[in-house]
């Protein structure tokens, strides 16, 4: 598509070479025609020069690709310059199309008005054609189309091809045979060359393919602590590996590395032998780094001396992969094949996986040790959370923790409920601090002498700020973090402990049955003073298995908390900032991330003082469109909230409600925050206008209103949005709140879905 400074450049650029064409015919023909071996000779090495600046890679060797750029841009100048002017005319129409938009468009208009204006006046002058073939080949050099592989070289023959033929038949019959000897010459080099690479390839097959396979499998017996069968595969691997390296640059093999196409495929294999070397020689550190070494947790002491140890060794082997992860990006050429260069992108992408590994974990360990209390005491909050009844960040918690952190020792110093709280220090004289959009949003629901109010803001970072700052007033003393958990995520970490046995409960309670005990079953089946403690007492008895015996390894466990940690049912925050950036990093902070693009977020606040949440289930329907020449968004989304509770047959706890007048029983009462960084046009709650709250938090608008669904009822509130997207490439921000059921999710922008399942939650495409 011709865009508006194309246009402009060709109205300057077109005259600007006709009038510069013209100046010449016409000031100074007879210097042309005086001249004329000379000046096409000088004009030939000219475009070499300039050839030999225009970045062309068909080896990948610097010096080599200038050479050959700047030989064959010369006898192609020499060559094309041999065309009549109509055939040289025809070629600049098409140098001129086929630039616009790239890296040959200038020259190419350029090019065409010095043809026109030759063609129009010195057509009697064959050396001032030279100026033409000049602009041709400088613009067929330069040309940079968008496409499929190979498109530039393809536009850039049909450019020169045709004058080039018509140059050849210009020429005399002798000087014809002599230059089809020189490329008979240059194409049997080539082929003969070619074929030394045929050979160092299969050569250096079977050792790269075994060296992959040792590879992996000392990257899967150093994961399973065996570090034995893992140093002796890696050896066997960085021997495969060498084997290949040799082959592919054994002096034979070496003249093929100077052919064009094939000295990249050459250079990249050699890369990947050489970076499977440098790779397999410290696999065994490597793979150990990753893995943070043999580092145990026992009896809930971290050993901070082996923590402090790793540090190092993290460092150097994320330096290793780094080297090896740029020497094969140094290797990618436009002039590769499109499934080597596809695997070649593949293992750079891979490499880079393992440097974001190895440097995330030489940040924690940087950062552990302070955070485990090697340099003093440390003390975390910790809120037991039940989506049940939900908050902002996964649900009210009716018990809490406090666990100390001293020289690698983890204890549980305290566990209360938390009435504790609402009653502790001095209720009266409490002040309310936190992040200035938290205190304009929920000051009003008396959160300093409320705790079930805190959790109310879906950003875990800004309910630590919070808890931070009331807790020493609520009897408790300074704290350096706070870590949220449900029951979600104590499902996941009884797969580190195994089952538990709960006082009060007639079976173990275990990762696949933990989620719906803690939910529901506990209500229904415990007397009211049992039911009270039975979730803290769950929570109290796990933490005191996991610091109590052998925990796994800590890739087990990170892989085993890693869904979990995702889907927000374990969060963890500091008031320091610098581990608070390593968490951050690492996703652990149950944070609402900023805006990039779009972003839509739903969340729902038990506001009837009951477990009705366990039963409710919501969708979301996002539909966008986005104009790509004005930028103006239109948007509407639709939340729809499903009641699924019974009028009768539980407990009053769990379908009953707090107030006053008390609604019907099974009825659930909310409040429903819709976050989104676009305006609000209109509003409708079951169909009809309505009026909800306009606030802002978290650098997005915020859109609220309370709503009551009856049992078994359904209800939805449709927001009509509007905006300016700015940027081609659409992307799509969906914040998930910590539900009992997972969100269903669709969206589509300008007709096209982008997203419609319980587990996606980023999504790109491109705005037509």
Not at 118 to 142: D, Y
Not at 733 to 760: F, S, W, Y
Request: hydrophobic letters at 45%; charged letters at 20%.
């Amino acid at each position: 598509m011709i865009r508006l400074d194309d246009t402009i450049l060709l109205w300057l650029t077109l005259p600007g070479g006709f009038a510069a064409a013209a100046i010449v015919a016409y000031v100074a023909p007879g210097l042309v025609r005086r001249h004329g071996r000379g000046f096409r000779l000088g004009v030939a090495l000219a475009s070499g020069a300039a050839a030999a600046f225009a970045g062309t890679t068909p080896t990948g060797i610097a010096w080599w690709d200038a050479v050959l750029a700047a030989s064959t841009a010369a006898f192609l100048t020499s060559l094309v310059a041999r065309a009549g002017l109509r055939v040289l005319t025809a070629a600049a129409v098409a140098a001129a199309v086929l630039g616009i938009g790239s890296g040959g468009n200038t020259i190419g208009l350029l090019t065409l008005g010095v043809a026109v204006a030759i063609l129009l006046s010195v057509r009697r002058a064959p050396s001032a054609a030279s100026l033409v073939a000049f602009g041709l080949v400088q613009a067929a050099f330069r040309l940079d189309l968008p496409g499929p592989h190979g498109a530039s070289t393809v536009g850039a023959a049909a450019i020169l091809v045709p004058p080039a033929v018509a140059g050849f038949r210009a020429m005399r019959s002798r000087a014809r045979r002599r230059h089809l000897r020189a490329g008979a010459a240059v194409a049997a080099t080539a082929v003969a060359a070619a074929s030394l690479a045929a050979v160092a390839f299969a050569l250096a097959r079977p050792g790269l393919e075994r060296g992959v396979a040792r590879a992996t499998a000392g990257l899967t017996a150093a994961k399973g602590a065996d570090q034995e069968q893992a140093a002796a595969a890696f050896d066997d691997a960085e021997r495969s590996f060498a084997e290949a390296e040799r082959s592919v640059g054994a002096w034979w093999a070496r003249p093929a590395w100077l052919v064009p196409i094939v000295g990249p495929h050459l250079r990249a294999l050699g890369a990947v032998a050489e970076t499977g070397q440098e790779l397999a020689a410290g696999g065994v550190r490597v793979a150990g780094a990753a893995d943070l070494g043999d580092l145990r947790i026992r009896d809930g002491v971290v050993p901070i001396d082996k923590l402090r140890r790793l540090e190092p060794e993290l460092a150097d082997a994320a330096d290793t992969v780094t080297r090896a992860r740029a020497r094969l990006a140094r290797t990618r050429s436009t002039w590769l094949l499109p499934q080597v260069g596809r695997r070649l992108d593949t293992q750079v992408e891979r490499l880079e996986d393992v440097q974001g590994t190895l440097e995330s974990s030489r940040d924690v360990v940087h950062i552990l040790p302070a955070v485990l209390g090697a340099d003093g005491p440390r003390r975390y909050f910790l809120a037991v959370q039940t989506p049940a009844e939900l908050r902002g960040t996964g649900g009210f918690f009716g018990s809490f923790g406090e666990i100390t952190a001293v020289d690698g020792k983890l204890e549980l110093a305290r566990f209360g409920r938390l009435h504790e709280l609402n009653e502790g220090g001095n209720p009266a004289t409490r002040k309310l601090t936190g992040p200035a959009d938290y205190l304009a949003r929920y000051s009003r629901f008396g959160v300093a002498n409320t705790w079930q109010s805190v959790t109310l803001s879906p950003d875990w970072p800004s309910v630590t700020e919070v808890i931070a700052g009331l807790y020493p007033q609520s009897g408790g003393a300074p704290i350096d973090g706070a870590i949220a958990v449900d029951p979600a995520g104590m499902a996941a970490l009884l797969k580190l402990t195994g089952p538990l046995t709960v006082p009060g409960w007639p079976v173990p309670l275990t990762a696949a049955n933990t989620e719906k005990i803690l939910l529901h079953d506990q209500y229904v089946k415990l007397p009211n003073d049992e039911r009270i403690d039975f979730l803290g007492d769950t929570a109290r008895t796990l933490f005191n298995r996991l610091t109590a015996g052998e925990l796994p390894k800590p890739s087990s466990i990170l892989s085993t908390l890693g869904p979990a940690v995702a889907q927000k049912r374990i969060q963890m925050a500091s008031t320091h900032a610098a581990e608070q950036e390593v968490y951050a990093r690492l996703h652990i902070t149950g944070a609402m991330a900023p805006v990039s693009g779009d972003f839509l977020g739903l969340i729902t606040q038990n506001a009837s003082g009951s477990k009705i949440d366990y039963f409710l289930h919501r969708s979301i329907d996002y539909r966008v469109t986005v104009d790509p020449v004005t930028s103006k968004l239109a948007a509407t989304l639709k939340a729809t909230l499903r009641n699924e509770a019974p009028a009768s047959g539980l407990p009053g706890y769990v379908i009953g409600n707090a107030l006053e007048p008390p609604l019907p029983t099974g009825t659930s009462r909310l409040y429903v925050s819709i976050y989104t960084p676009w305006f609000l046009r209109a509003a409708r709650v079951a169909g009809v206008p309505a009026t909800v709250e306009s606030e802002s938090e978290l650098g997005r608008n915020v859109y609220s209103t309370f709503v009551d669904l009856p049992p078994g009822g359904e209800l939805s509130i449709e927001l009509d949005l509007a905006g300016w997207y700015d940027g081609a490439a659409y992307h799509l921000g969906v914040h998930r709140q910590p539900t009992v059921h997972p969100d269903k999710v669709t969206a589509t922008i300008n007709g096209d879905d982008l997203l419609d399942d319980d587990i996606v939650t980023d999504v790109r495409a491109t705005v037509r």
